[in-house]
């Protein structure tokens, strides 16, 4: 299964810097202390811990005071008061690639959405595509794969979408760059 550390499809689009993650977005602020409400933009929330530093659009790197995963209320250090923390509502909350390696431990056969791109698709060693990125679509997540020039000069569609589910992906080797599927055939066909 694909777990992933950002759940829009367009995450790089949002950043200022193409290596920067977005991770959450800040709210309106909450109460009298300067909290604020939090949106995740990950499946990863345990990175969210005191301490744990972030980069906004604007370069500012801000530091967790404390978050409430049950309340989805977050605390920046420095932002003590409605006033102050109303000056960081609807701020996109950044981080690289290697602090997220760093932070979010992953399962055996969970990967990144970041590391999936670029990787190319194979049905019984047969060349399909390779993955442009990965779309949420409701709770389902899919590849969506640019088919293979020879394909599509054959008349095949240019793009089309596997659902990342066991029933179509059989292995993901990020090493090899290579993922073997089983009916994308079918999938690009009906596309």
Not at 69 to 75: A, E, G, I, M
Not at 110 to 126: H, Q, R, S, V
Request: hydrophobic fraction near 40%; glycine fraction near 8%; charge should be negative.
């Amino acid at each position: 299964m694909v777990k992933v550390i950002v759940s829009m499809s367009n995450r790089f689009r949002n950043s200022p810097n193409p290596d920067l993650l977005h991770v959450a977005t800040i709210g309106r602020a909450v109460g009298l202390k300067g909290d604020l409400n939090f949106n995740l933009h990950t499946d990863f929330p345990e990175q969210f811990t005191k301490g744990a530093t972030f980069e906004l659009e604007n370069g500012v790197i801000i530091t967790l005071s404390s978050y409430n995963s049950d309340r989805s209320l977050v605390h920046i250090v420095g932002y003590d008061s409605p006033e102050s923390a109303k000056t960081l509502t609807n701020a996109k909350l950044f981080t690289t690639k290697e602090a997220t390696r760093e932070r979010c431990k992953l399962g055996k056969g969970e990967f990144f959405w970041f590391d999936l791109p670029g990787l190319f698709i194979y049905e019984d060693e047969k060349l399909l595509g390779n993955v442009l990125e990965i779309e949420r679509i409701g709770v389902q997540d899919y590849l969506s794969i640019k088919t293979d020039s020879l394909l599509v000069n054959q008349g095949a569609a240019e793009t089309f979408l596997i659902p990342y589910i066991d029933h179509f992906v059989k292995n993901v080797d990020v090493a090899m760059k290579k993922i073997t599927v089983i009916g994308g055939i079918d999938l690009l066909e009906a596309s």
